[in-house]
């Protein structure tokens, strides 16, 4: 399935210099304001805080997926970008080096719908460790939309 | 060894995915057998059945919300963890619940004690008689698909006799008993054209009656109780067909009659199968006393108990529903219709299809010939709908269009379902319109059809009047494209949240 109905080219960063992982939500969920995905930026941003608050979104092997589910997303959609130096991200056990973020916007819909079965066919993929080296050592941006279409 | 794990986020799209992800990764790695239920944004994906429980060494929660259903996976060494601990430390997860289950003195249940143990589950939600009907509901289905290929190969036959020979070939199989009687005569006539036809006829004949009703008794009880059920069930179908023995005939039951033959049938083997014998005569308890009683009191209860009330019922309402017309016939018909088309296939679709089929095997294909109409039209108008007017719908199913409309042409209404799940209220009230309109006005001119199965469109040749036939299907579908196309204009989506009360 083409996860790339998902996403678009201005949605992916590539090598992006960012110090903390404030700033690179903040950064991702500005692209989603941007193109048109999010009602309500700040509600969003709330929803992600939270989420983040609940338990580590930093999963292991540099791969960080923090994640919005509110009524403040328009559309399911996701923003993601490799970072040129890590961050350190709360993980399991304390503090994790952390390369690769994709950041979901997830909405309050009913369950099954088209756009929430691909977001978790994203997540399926990045479980992927060939998907997930191939994506932090892309220069391209369309190396990753590749990925992204043939998952 | 079998594991079992349940994965569930609050999120429900990232966490819940990757640690089933995983856990599989890990499980596979080990060398050990996963199942893995996803409780996400999506609802229960992958569940674990109650056989897969009897089977399973232990189960672990990778949970972060509370586990659905938790009560199904009671009897099961099991370990716990956040999703997020599961996805980094999946190999220690299932190592943890492989030393769990070996310290467990969880003995794992047969297969036949699983198969009673789910069984006995659903049981206790019902009484028994609640049970026994839904047990028979389940028994007339498979019933009825076991009889599909004896209608197709009856129905074709009178239906392609009907397409070469005009509806009125009586006169070709009316011998006189002279005729009969003469050897010579006979072994001439096996050879003409004419011959042969008599011989399909009666083949055709036969496939209705009694084999066809026989047939479905029988498996209506093989649904029920399996295979002790059959052989009285073929016997009970015979006596409800009026089968003979000797010179005793009984009023022919036709299609409720092998209903409820095969119910009794499997009524009285449930009951023998009761009777406690010493462990030596079991076998021939299986063998011998089972099916001899079963069949005796089966054939009792076709003759001379309720069986006889049920035949009469069968007659009485053949004959009701002949003698209906005009506008009964059109209500009937709309009704029927409109079942078919309120949850396409579904249960309502279901109870609408045997009554159908069974009016059909009772010669009545007019009730058939209507529903064949109504079921094509969703398939139909859904298809033909997204392909001329595709801006009501979107990507997804305007690139189903075609194959929609196809699907439709075959009878085949499960194409519609998509449709009608996304937007179930102004979808499915002009099916149902457009399906009650055909059948009602098929049904109130008394159309018949030549096969009562796998009705489709492509069935024409076999259809009485297939002209006015498909000039009232035409109308049940432009009915059905005009009201839903008209629903989707003026009752925008947008309102539709507002006038139910739908908070966005």
Redesign the interface.
Known sequence: MDLTTLTTAELINLQVEVSSREEVINLLADQLDAAGKLADKAGYLKAVEE?EE????A??ENLA?P???T?AVKEASFAMATLKNDIKWK??EGDEDVSIVFL?A?PDAE??S?H??L??DL??L??DDDVREAMIAATDKQVVLDLLTQA | MKLLAITAC?????????A???LE?AAKKQGYEIKVE?Q????IEDRITAQDVAQADGIIYAT?VGVAEQERFESLPNVHC????A??HSDEMIEKIVAEAKNSDREKPDAAAVAAASQAAEESQDNVVMKFLKDWYGGALSGVSHIIPLVIIGGLTVGLLNLFFGYDYTHLYNLTQEQLADKAFMADFSTTTQGIIHYLYYIALKAFNPLLVCVLAAFTAYGMVGKPGLAPGFIGGYVAMGGTFGKLSVVSGGFIGGLVAGAAAALFVMLLRKIKVPSVLESVKTLIIVPFFAGILTILFMLVGPGKFFAFLNNELGLFLQSLSGTNLLILGFILGCMSNFDMGGPINKAAYLFCIGMGTNGQTEFYAAFTAAKCIPGMSLGLMATLFPRFFDK?DRAAGTSTAILGFCGITEGAIPYAVKDPLRIIPFQMLGGGVAAALILSSKIKIGTVAGGAVFMLPVISEPLTWLTYFVIGVAVAIAGTIALKTFWKRGDLAADLGVS?
Do not use: S, W
């Open positions: 989420r609940e338990g580590p979104t999963l292991g997926v994640h919005g589910k009524n993980g399991i979901l997830i369950a099954g088209t929430i079965k977001l978790t997540t399926c990045l479980v | 609050t999120a429900g799209v990232a966490h819940t995915y990757m089933a992800k995983f990764k996803k996400g944004a999506n609802g972060d956040k999703v997020a601990y996805i980094k997804e966005k």
